[in-house]
């Protein structure tokens, strides 16, 4: 069957026929990559084509992993297929994404502390981030806007409400860590804070707090969300 085109196949054995007809869940691995890569080449069905890609890399953890130059190695991979797949590995990683932040709330300078907090563990340089709330103080997105030592140079108020905008966030939390473990703000951490409050109020985002996580312990510079 697999030496013809799928467009010459009896409708019921299409994938995407069958898909449509039985759902996702039913179709082997090499059926759901040929209905994103929509059409084979090089002589080759799209199942075909897929086949040979999971018979190289083995796993999908490798065929997302694998470089342009890897994937454009298989005869039939051009450029078109190679975004086609790539851009459905992102769909799944933000989806991915988004379930994690299912249920999360951030009501309390300690909720921010306690969900934060493993995710900072033991990392040696600065990171912040921009938690994006709705008007429940539900997490619906997280950016990481910056590593390195917190500056004004560094925080540009474009790049920390970028993504709050476009995900027309009620309001939003920032949030970095100290890598030495004192939470005690610097002289740069309040500077960053004001302006980022100030330009929260300019655009129409309430900042929430700002929370600097530390060894077992969190300072919130404004305390209110």
Same mark, same amino acid.
């Given at each position: 069957? *697999? =030496?013809?085109?799928? $467009?010459?196949?009896? @409708?019921?054995?299409?994938? !995407?026929? $069958? ?8 179709? %082997? #691995? ?7 890569? +929509? ?5 080759? %069905?799209?199942?075909? &084509? *897929?086949?040979?890609?999971?018979? +190289?890399?083995?796993?999908?953890? !490798? ?8 994937? #454009? ?6 450029? *078109?297929?190679?975004?086609? @797949?790539?851009?459905?590995?992102? &769909?799944? +990683? ?41 008007? =429940? ?12 030592? #917190?500056?004004?140079? &560094?925080?540009?108020? $474009?790049?920390?409400? =970028?993504? *709050? ?16 473990? /004192?939470?005690?703000?610097?002289? /740069? ?11 929260? +109020? ?6 929430? /707090? ?6 077992? =312990?969190?300072?919130? @510079?404004?305390?209110?969300?």
């Amino acid at each position: 069957m *697999a =030496k013809k085109p799928i $467009r010459e196949w009896p @409708l019921q054995e299409r994938p !995407r026929e $069958r898909l449509l007809k039985e759902g996702p869940e039913g179709l %082997s #691995l090499s059926q759901l990559m040929a209905i994103v890569l +929509r059409t084979g080449g090089a002589g080759k %069905s799209a199942i075909e &084509l *897929a086949m040979e890609l999971i018979e +190289r890399f083995e796993t999908l953890q !490798r065929i997302n992993e694998a470089s342009l130059k890897e994937l #454009l190695e298989i005869k039939g991979m051009g450029s *078109a297929k190679v975004a086609q @797949l790539q851009a459905a590995f992102e &769909l799944g +990683r933000r989806l991915m994404r988004e379930s994690s932040y299912s249920g999360v709330i951030l009501s309390s300078p300690l909720q921010v502390y306690e969900y934060y907090s493993p995710k900072m563990k033991g990392l040696k340089k600065e990171v912040f981030y921009c938690a994006m709330l709705d008007t =429940k103080n539900r997490l619906i997105k997280e950016i990481k806007v910056s590593e390195g030592t #917190l500056t004004n140079s &560094l925080i540009h108020p $474009r790049e920390a409400f =970028k993504e *709050a905008i476009k995900e027309s966030a009620h309001a939003v939390i920032f949030i970095h860590n100290h890598p030495s473990g /004192d939470p005690a703000p610097s002289p /740069d951490d309040m500077k960053v804070t004001n302006i980022l409050v100030e330009a929260g +109020r300019i655009i129409g985002i309430k900042v929430l /707090d700002h929370v600097i996580i530390g060894d077992g =312990k969190y300072t919130s @510079l404004l305390g209110n969300p």
